[in-house]
């Protein structure tokens, strides 16, 4: 059974960093098609942040691109998203994604969310 968890939110300061780890269980994190961090806001609907493919390309939110970074660590089976000079419309719910293709078959993982605040 394949499961992500996050940690790593809390409470920030404006202009302060986090990072987030998503660790995969259940399945190798390199045979996923793409994985990634999305976020939800208060009354909104979720968004991509940033994500990368199994070719290496990523993609930010052009409200994150400069600010954050998404990586991965293939022997710990985990994924990270530093975030630094951190806004308070960056408070949110994080979720990470894992997205396993398998012709005709497209199977999206999702986590539970670590709460992310950033406020004075």
């Known amino acids: 059974q394949v499961q992500l968890v996050e940690s790593g939110g809390g409470l920030v300061q404006p202009g302060g960093s986090l990072r987030l780890s998503c660790v995969v269980s259940?399945?190798?994190?390199?045979?996923?098609?793409?994985m990634g961090w999305y976020r939800q806001a208060p009354e909104k609907q979720r968004e991509l942040v940033a994500t990368?493919?199994?070719?290496?390309?990523?993609n930010y939110a052009g409200s994150v691109k400069g600010r954050f970074t998404i990586s991965r660590d293939n022997a710990k089976n985990t994924v990270y998203l530093q975030m630094n000079s951190l806004k308070p419309e960056d408070t949110a719910v994080y979720y990470c994604?894992?997205?396993?293709?398998?012709?005709?078959?497209?199977?999206?993982?999702w986590g539970q969310g670590t709460q992310v605040t950033v406020s004075s």
């Open positions: 994604k894992a997205t396993r293709h398998v012709p005709p078959i497209v199977a999206d993982y």
């Open positions: 259940g399945t190798s994190i390199s045979g996923f098609y793409a």
């Open positions: 990368f493919t199994i070719d290496g390309s990523t």
